[in-house]
């Protein structure tokens, strides 16, 4: 499924590690935290923006940051696979991007359901 961004810019730095902390606090608070409970658009374009590279998984990525939308599975796998040997800070912002792609995934479900 295609899923996009709808932030008109990429975060900058400081705005990504700001709300991947935010989020993984919030998330750890929780038993039972919500899907929904996620990175803004923005942060999601801002991480795929600093761990894009030349490798197939950070092309991947890169193409999400410069268009705003990807294939759901195609990015889940370049986020999974740049996580195998991402630093403990990009690890976190993986796993909140995928994070990110599960929501878009869930609302566009319950959108399409009606």
Same mark, same amino acid.
Do not use: M, N, W
């Given at each position: 499924m295609i899923?996009?961004?709808?932030?008109?810019?990429?975060?900058?730095?400081?705005?990504?590690?700001a709300n991947v902390a935010e989020v993984l606090d919030r998330r750890? %608070? !929780?038993?039972?935290?919500?899907?929904?409970?996620?990175? $803004?658009? =923005?942060? %999601? !374009?801002?991480?795929?923006g600093v761990l894009?590279?030349? $490798?197939? =998984?950070?092309?991947?990525?890169?193409?999400?940051f410069r268009s705003g939308k990807a294939d =759901?599975?195609?990015?889940?796998e370049a986020a999974r696979t740049e996580?195998?040997?991402a630093g403990p800070e990009a690890h976190a912002a993986l796993y909140c991007l995928i994070g990110w792609i599960r929501s878009r995934l869930h609302r566009q479900t319950?959108?399409?359901r009606g």
């Open positions: 899923i996009t961004c709808r932030a008109a810019s990429a975060a900058s730095g400081a705005e990504v590690a750890a %608070a !929780l038993a039972h935290p919500p899907v929904t409970l996620t990175i $803004t658009d =923005s942060v %999601a !374009l801002g991480i795929a894009r590279s030349e $490798t197939p =998984s950070g092309k991947v990525l890169g193409e999400f =759901s599975t195609e990015l889940l996580q195998g040997y319950v959108d399409a």
